[in-house]
Every structure is written in C-alpha cells, then in structure tokens.
C-alpha cells in the first residue's frame, strides 16, 4: 500500500497542474494515471487560449488559468510553449454581429480588455485575410500553448520537487480506508491511501464518480485537429470564428480546430476515434476561406480526440457528498485553456476556501 496527503486520479491538464501546485504548497502528493501522461485530449488539443466565446460564468477561472500559464511560462521556468499572441474572433454574417457585442459586455464587467475592429482594422492585424470579415474583437489575453510538451512539463517540475507519478495505474474503486484515515483508490495490482483524492478523469471522470453518487452530463465530443506543414510566419494572432480556430504556432505549422467532428465511441470503444474526411475537407475549406494563401500549404497531419461539454459549457468543481474528502475538477468547454485555473480552484475547495460563487457571474 502506497500512502499520501494527496492523490490526484488523471494525469490530463488539470491533474498535472494539481499535482504540480499542491507539491509547492509543500503537500505530499501522488498522481496516477491509467496510461501514459497527457495520454488523451490533454496531448492531442489545439492548445487554443481563446477567452472571448467562454461563457460569461466561466470567466473567472479563465483569468486566473491565464495568470497561471504565464506563471509556468514565465516565473517557474516551466516550458509549456505558452505566448500570448492575442487573437481574434472575426464575423463574417451581419447576423453574428451580436455576438461581437455580447463578448464585449461579458469583457467589460470583467475588467477585461478587447478592442473592436472593422474590416480595415482586421487587415492591418492580419494582412493575409480575405475580404469577407466584416469586424471582429480583439483580445490581447488569447494566445496558446503547446499541448505536446505542457502537461508533462508541467509534471516532470512536480517530480523534482517531490510528488510521485505511476503511470499504467487505473483506479478501479476508491473506497474508506480501513484505518479511518482517508480513503483507499484501488488499481489491477496497487493500492493507495490517501487523505484526500482529487478526480481529474477528464472525460472519463464519471466511470468512477457515478458509483460515488455524483453524475455529470459530459456530452461525448470528438473534436479534430489539421496541421500543415511549416511555412514563415505570417499569422501572428489567433483567429476564431463562430464555427471555426486556427493560429501559426511559433514553429511555423497551422492549426485548425474546431468545426466538424470526427468519430469515436467512449463507452464502447474508449481508445478508438477517427477523422472524418468530409469533415476534415468541411474545416480545412473554411480555414483557407479565410487565410486564401493557405491553400499553399500542404496538410501533414489530422487526428480526433475525446472532449467532455457540460451542459452549460461549466467545469464542474466540488466535493463529493457520501464521501467527505474526495473531490472532482472536471472541464465543460474548452478544458485545455481552463485547466490550471480548475485545478487551482479545486485546491482552495479542497482546503476549505471560500473562492468565488459562479452565481455572481451569470
Ligand atoms: C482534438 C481536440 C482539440 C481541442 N482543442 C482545444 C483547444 O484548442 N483549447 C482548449 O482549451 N481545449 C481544447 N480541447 C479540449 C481539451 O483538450 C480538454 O478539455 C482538456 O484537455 C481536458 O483536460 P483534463 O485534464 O480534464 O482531461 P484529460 O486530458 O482527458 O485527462 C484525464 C486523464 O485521466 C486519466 N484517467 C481517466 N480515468 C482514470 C482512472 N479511472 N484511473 C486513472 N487515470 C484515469 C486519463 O488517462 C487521462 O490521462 C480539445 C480537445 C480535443 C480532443
């Protein structure tokens, strides 16, 4: 039996950013995961950081995610590939119009800063756009990361600094500890006690907290991602529209996300998922709609992933009511760019803070 302060079950963004800010808190801490770190949509994402289409509720978490990626980044020496480029969420229909003013209500109450551009002000951005866009908003916090290397980063620091990582560790159970000291999370072949657990299944999360009596409506997304090959830069913000995410990473490729979706069957078949080519062909059309010189580009790559959306596109954050001392952090929308700022909440419940009430943002 291996024991501990903390558990964390999931190694995804949110697990890794929990371990890592418990461990410099000085909290003893174990994560586990049922495979290989970052093994699911933590390593597959965009890393798009894109505060303008969150719901409004949401927002909170959102800025202290981004004051905690610019921590990584910038004060303890994590290389996660952040930059806050700052992006763009452009309009091409009068009738999406509204949703330039509503992000620009949503930004104001939050003290946050966005500027609104007509279509001559979206081109001295992005000189390369087509002349379709019609207006856009501007958000110097957007930018993104690099999903490949973040959340491993991320942990290899909690390592050093003392936290311990099993991989191949699937929790089965979690049940009391017979010693009345905390609970005991059950894998195939190891058992480990801790005071308190944090479940950070990402999408997979309701497979152990259902059993526990907490159910969360995860709607199954299977999101796809295109990349092409390198090319000099020449997008330097981050460009969303209502349907639609691309950017140019500082190597050079570009990223779409967003748009139609590929296939996948979590409850049937939880490793596989596939692109769907006319969906690619659907994303990849838009994508060169609006930057028409990518149509110089070829594609290399293009895969699916697994993404959990609540209902209200909320992550869900709390402690488990049979079970004193267990708690979940699961991310609603866009769960990548919120993780940190989950994980970072989730500790303050877990140590009895009061944070804030998502009520006083609707
Ligand atoms: C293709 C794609 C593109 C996306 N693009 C973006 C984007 O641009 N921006 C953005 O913000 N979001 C994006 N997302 C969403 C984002 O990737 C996810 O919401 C986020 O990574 C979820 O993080 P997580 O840590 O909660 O979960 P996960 O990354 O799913 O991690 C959960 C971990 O828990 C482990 N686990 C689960 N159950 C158990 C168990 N019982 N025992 C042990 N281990 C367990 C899993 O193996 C996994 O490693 C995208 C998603 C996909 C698939």
């Known amino acids: 039996m291996k024991k501990t302060e903390y558990l964390v079950i999931g190694a995804g963004i949110v697990g890794c950013s929990a371990a890592y800010l418990l461990t410099k808190q000085g909290c003893k801490v174990t994560i586990v995961d049922k495979s290989y770190p970052c093994n699911e949509a933590s390593g597959v994402n965009a890393g798009g950081m894109e505060l303008l289409q969150q719901p409004p509720q949401s927002l909170p978490v959102h800025i202290l995610a981004a004051e905690l990626w610019d921590q990584f980044q910038n004060q303890d020496e994590i290389d996660v590939g952040y930059h806050r480029t700052g992006g763009l969420f452009c309009v091409l229909k009068e009738e999406d119009l509204h949703l330039l003013d509503e992000q620009a209500e949503r930004f104001a ?8 551009l007509n279509q001559e002000q979206v081109k001295e951005k992005i000189p390369y756009i087509c002349d379709n866009v019609i207006a ?11 999903p ?7 942990l290899m620091k909690a390592k050093q600094l ?3 990582f099993y991989d191949h560790q699937f929790v089965k159970d979690i049940k009391p500890a017979a010693d009345g000291n905390g609970y005991v999370a059950y894998t195939e072949n190891e058992e480990f006690q801790a005071e308190r657990i944090l479940i950070t299944g990402g999408i997979r999360s309701p497979w152990l907290l259902d059993d526990m ?10 999101n796809m991602i295109t990349v092409t090959e390198k090319a000099p830069h020449f997008i330097d913000y981050t460009i969303t529209t209502p349907t639609m995410t691309m950017k140019q990473t500082a ?17 049937h078949n939880d490793k596989r998922k596939d692109v769907s080519i006319d969906g690619l062909c659907f994303n990849v059309k838009e994508a060169q709609d609006i930057i028409p010189s990518m149509k110089k580009l070829n594609i290399l790559r293009s895969w699916a992933g697994f993404e959990g959306f609540t209902p209200e596109r909320l992550p869900y954050i709390g402690e488990v009511e049979k079970y004193p001392g267990v708690y979940y952090a699961v991310t609603g929308f866009c769960g990548y760019c919120i993780g940190p700022g989950v994980a970072a909440h989730a500790i303050k419940c877990m140590n009895g803070e009061e944070y804030f009430d998502v009520k006083d943002y609707r």
């Open 109 to 116: 109450k939050n003290n946050l800063p966005i500027e609104r």
């Open 136 to 146: 856009a908003n501007f958000s110097p916090m957007s930018g993104y990361s690099n």
């Open 148 to 154: 490949l290397k973040a959340g491993v980063a991320i």
């Open 162 to 164: 003392g936290c311990e």
């Open 213 to 222: 009596g907490v159910h969360i409506e995860l709607e199954e997304k299977h």
């Open 251 to 267: 190597e050079g490729s570009i990223l779409i996300g967003g748009g139609r979706e590929g296939y996948g069957d979590l409850n």
